[in-house]
C-alpha cells in the first residue's frame, strides 16, 4: 500500500528557507498516473494548495506562493521536495505531501484534483 | 482570487441527514473534490468528481451538484462523522482551491 512520509526541520528561522521532503513508499514516483503534491494548514485554518510536481520535473505552483517556492523530484530515492523561501511567521503550518491523478485520454492529460493519499503531516513553525 | 464558500458549521442529530454546501462561480464547470478531516489527522478523500465515492467510503456519504452550488449529504448521521469537512475545485488557471471547512457537529 502507497504511504507519503513528510520529513524536515520543525523550527525555521524568519527569513530562512524551509525545507521539507516527502518519501513514497510502496509504490514508485516514476508514474505516468500521478501528480505528487504539497499542502498546507495554519493552526486553526483551512487548507491551501502550494504546488504539484510530475515525475518528470513538470511543476505548477500557487500564484500566491510561485515566487517563494520551488517543488522538486528525486526518482533515484523516490522523493520530492519543497523549498519555501523568505519565510515569515504566517509560514508557520501543517505541511501535507499528497497524491493526485493523472488522467489522460484522446491524447491530451489533464490534472485530476483528488488528493487520495496523504502524507501525516509534519508541523513546521517560523520563529527566531 | 477565486473562492469556494462553505457555511463555517452544521449541526445535526444522530441518525439525520447532514447537508453542507459549496459555493463557487465556477463550479458548473469544474468538479468538486470534498475531504473529511478530523483533529490531528490527515484530510480523507470522501468524494470526487461531483459525486463519485472512492472505495472505503461509506455509502451515507454523497455529492451532488447544482449550477454553482455543490452539497455534501451524509445520510443517517453517525458520531464518528463529526469532523470539518472540505470542499475543492479549480480556477480558470487551474490553481487548486480549498473551501473554507464547515465543522459538522453531531449533537
Known amino acids: 500500500q502507497l504511504q507519503l512520509q513528510e520529513s524536515g526541520p520543525g523550527l525555521v528561522k524568519p527569513s530562512e528557507t524551509l525545507s521539507l521532503t516527502c518519501t513514497v513508499s510502496g509504490g514508485s514516483i516514476s508514474t505516468s498516473s500521478y501528480y505528487w503534491d504539497w499542502i498546507r494548514q495554519p493552526p486553526g485554518k483551512g487548507l491551501e494548495w502550494i504546488g504539484s510536481i510530475y515525475y518528470s520535473g513538470s511543476t505548477y505552483y500557487n500564484p500566491s506562493l510561485r515566487s517563494r517556492v520551488t517543488i522538486s523530484v528525486d526518482t533515484s530515492k523516490n522523493q520530492f521536495s519543497l523549498k519555501l523561501r523568505s519565510v515569515t511567521a504566517a509560514d508557520t503550518a501543517v505541511y501535507y505531501c499528497a497524491r493526485t491523478r493523472r488522467d489522460c485520454s484522446g491524447g491530451s492529460c489533464v490534472r485530476i484534483g483528488a488528493f487520495d493519499i496523504w502524507g501525516q503531516g509534519t508541523v513546521v513553525t517560523v520563529s527566531s | 482570487s477565486y473562492e469556494l464558500t462553505q457555511p463555517p458549521s452544521v449541526s445535526v442529530s444522530p441518525g439525520q441527514t447532514a447537508r453542507i454546501t459549496c459555493s463557487g462561480d465556477a463550479l458548473s464547470k469544474q468538479y468538486v473534490y470534498w475531504y473529511q478531516q478530523k483533529p490531528g489527522q490527515a484530510p480523507v478523500l470522501v468524494i470526487y468528481k461531483d459525486s463519485e465515492r472512492p472505495s472505503g467510503i461509506p455509502e451515507r456519504f454523497s455529492g451532488s451538484s447544482s449550477g454553482t452550488t455543490v452539497t455534501l449529504t451524509i445520510s443517517g448521521v453517525q458520531a464518528e462523522d463529526e469532523a470539518d469537512y472540505y470542499c475543492?475545485?479549480?480556477?480558470?488557471?487551474?490553481?487548486?482551491?480549498f473551501g473554507g471547512g464547515t465543522k459538522l457537529t453531531v449533537l
Open positions: 475543492q475545485s479549480a480556477d480558470s488557471s487551474g490553481t487548486w482551491v
